[in-house]
């Protein structure tokens, strides 16, 4: 019987479990990747002040505390299920069922697919696949690749890809399906781009940014945009190209590539075929929350932070007793609103667990969420500050909703 | 193993400690101890994991952390497991999972 | 340009057109949806597909923007044959 269990070895998992062991609790973190730093492993980014953040190095110092303060880790290993018996969480592995007073989850995000013809190929993956296999375990995925989804994940990993050797031909968009309206479209495409825009070593974007703000300007932005597209990092982004098919036979040969309208429609005859040996699939992250859905949370749809999310409060408390959420579970973002969301998480935990006096470092933590949210240098979401309060509405209406007692 | 990258402009090199052997579909590879076999593989030149059951198309690996369960093989008759998530290590046997219609097609891809 | 069809699910190999036809031949409700096409319920549990299944059903049903419990089927990783003896390694 533990304390505090923690899902995820990630930067919400960890740094919840070094808080959480630093209070005196007998903590065990249970990841089923190979090495500590979920999500955050494979991040490589400049910072606006010119330093990189390097994931692995910010994973091994995270790993490195929580280890350091008495926190078990334990790798390799999947989590099955959970649920609740009497006042005891249970948490099932494929060999063991451990036992828990306090369960955090913090299982991060997974890649929404952005299917194409042709995308189950060997060669074809999604985005993230090509970052860890590149940062993480230093394979190349390939020699050239074309990347197909134009977001901030896309771009940052675009860069990343080159940095190590690898040539990206193209950021493109998909043809658009039926299931991909906003991702598929070159205007709204064109608008979320603007948000990083000042993370975008380009002028183009940059000085778009300026005055492509109203929307008749960005209707002739897209109508007058360059058909060649812009490069960004060297790498050429085309919002009026779509591809329309990946080709190859036992594994991926090309894709096929078309001019489409400002409004997403192919342009027929225009296509042309560019040969690669892997394709990248880039359709964004949705919070991974199938444990607190087997668990039975409440869940709310919310757009702005990537898809349906358990309900929870400040505190990081779910609305099943002894359930906590912290990370990416909660709601797409940074691994720094992760890390700070797992130190509130942990001190919750502490607190609940009858650790005295608490109280305002709790209350200190959540303002800290807030300034890291404040500070990050982009959002997956522009309006996740709005995504996070409707959340809380949600937790106050279902609050006033179940207490007539 | 030209797809391995040993010098990062920004990234510490990793650590390779110990060269090793291992089977994949009756061949055999080399890689690094530890590292996930989808890894040893690729940098072997090897995308296609297994065939899909009923229409045997080819798959790979997808998301690379274990999510899509695309790249189940076989290892040591165990099956299933998630090459991306398996670390590998001496003497492995790994075996392709589903339809096998081509298996030469790849092998020679490779070899010759 | 007529747009070509796709896999949605790529475990049980659904197609978007078949999905779209069936929703629309049947009418029927997003969990017969997956019942009957099978899509979302392969090997990985839905995990890679189901944000594309739920856009199309949720099309379907209008489907409520609000509180939801929602469904899914324990274990969320399948067991491995080796696994269920218990033995070692
Ligand atoms: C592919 C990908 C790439 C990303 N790239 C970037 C980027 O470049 N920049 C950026 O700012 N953000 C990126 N993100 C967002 C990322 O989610 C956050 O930055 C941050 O890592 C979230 O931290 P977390 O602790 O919530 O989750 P994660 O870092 O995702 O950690 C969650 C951990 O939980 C484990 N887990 C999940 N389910 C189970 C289970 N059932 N059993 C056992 N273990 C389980 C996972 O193995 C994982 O290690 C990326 C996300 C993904 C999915
Ligand atoms: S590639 Fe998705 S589980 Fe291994």
């Known amino acids: ?405 | 193993m030209s797809e391995r990258i040993t010098d990062h402009p920004v990234l510490d090199p990793i650590e390779r400690k110990k060269e090793v052997s291992f089977l994949f579909n009756g061949k055999s590879y080399k890689g690094y101890e530890g590292e996930p076999i989808a890894a040893a593989l690729l940098a072997n030149n090897i995308r296609t994991l297994r065939y899909h059951e009923e229409s045997g198309s080819p798959r790979g690996i997808y998301c690379n952390i274990g999510h899509c369960f695309e790249c189940r093989v076989t290892v040591n008759e165990k099956q299933g497991l998630r090459a991306c998530l398996t670390p590998l290590k001496e003497g492995m046997e790994i075996q392709s999972s589903g339809m096998l219609p081509t298996p030469v097609k790849e092998w020679r891809e490779t070899h010759v | 340009m007529k747009q070509q069809d796709f896999l949605v699910c790529r475990c049980e190999e659904v197609t978007y057109n078949e999905l779209m036809e069936t929703a629309s031949r049947t009418g029927c409700t997003a969990r017969e949806l997956k019942l009957r096409t099978r899509a979302g319920m392969g090997y990985c549990g839905g995990r890679t597909c189901r944000p594309l299944v739920q856009q199309i059903t949720q099309k379907l049903e209008k489907a409520p923007h609000t509180r939801v419990t929602l469904k899914y089927q324990p274990p969320v990783r399948p067991i491995s044959f080796g696994d269920l003896g218990g033995g070692e390694e």
């Open chain 1, 1 to 405: 019987m533990y304390d505090v269990i923690i899902i995820g070895a990630g930067p919400a998992g960890l740094s919840a479990a070094a808080t959480t062991a630093n209070q005196g609790l007998e903590v065990l973190v249970v990841d089923e990747y190979m090495k500590a730093g979920g999500r955050l492993l494979g991040q490589l980014y400049e910072e606006p002040d010119g330093t990189y953040w390097n994931g692995i190095k910010e994973s091994n110092h995270l790993y490195e505390r929580a280890n350091q303060s008495g926190a078990e880790i334990k790798l390799g290993t999947s989590i099955l299920n959970i649920e609740k018996s009497g006042d005891v969480w249970l948490v099932y592995t494929e060999k063991d069922t451990y036992e828990t007073s306090h369960l955090l989850l913090a299982t991060g995000a997974a890649e929404s697919p952005s299917p194409v013809p042709g995308w189950t190929l060997p060669g074809v993956m999604s985005v993230g696949a090509a970052q860890v296999m590149t940062n993480v375990h230093r394979v190349k995925p390939g020699k050239r690749g074309v990347i197909i989804g134009v977001n901030p994940l896309a771009a940052v990993i675009a860069s990343e890809l080159q940095m190590a050797g690898v040539e990206v031909t193209a950021l493109t968009l998909p043809q658009m399906n039926g299931l991909n309206e906003e991702a598929a479209h070159p205007k709204q495409v064109m608008n979320q781009l603007l948000h990083v825009a000042h993370m975008a070593p380009s002028a183009l974007i940059r000085q778009g940014s300026k005055w492509m703000k109203p929307s008749i300007m960005q209707d002739l932005g897209i109508t007058f945009y360059p058909k060649s597209g812009f490069k960004m990092w060297g790498i050429p982004v085309h919002l009026r190209k779509a591809v329309t098919e990946i080709l190859g036979d036992e594994k991926v040969a090309a894709v096929k590539l078309a001019t489409v309208k400002p409004n997403g429609d192919v342009i027929e005859g225009t296509e042309e075929i560019i040969t690669c040996d892997f394709v990248c699939i880039a359709g964004g992250l949705y919070p991974l929350t199938e444990l607190a859905a087997v668990a039975g949370c409440p869940f709310y749809l919310v757009d702005e932070l990537g898809g349906y999310v358990p309900l929870h409060n400040e505190r990081m408390e779910t609305a099943l007793d002894g359930l906590y959420v912290a990370g990416n579970i909660t709601g797409i973002e940074g691994a720094k609103v992760a890390i700070a969301q797992g130190v509130t998480a942990g001190l919750t935990m502490a607190s609940n667990h009858g650790v005295q006096g608490l109280k305002d470092r709790i209350e200190q933590s959540i303002e800290e969420i807030e300034q890291t949210r404040d500070n990050a240098p982009f959002h997956f979401h522009p309006d996740v500050k709005k995504g996070k309060q409707i959340v809380q509405e949600k937790w106050e209406e279902m609050m006033a909703a179940e207490q007539p007692l």
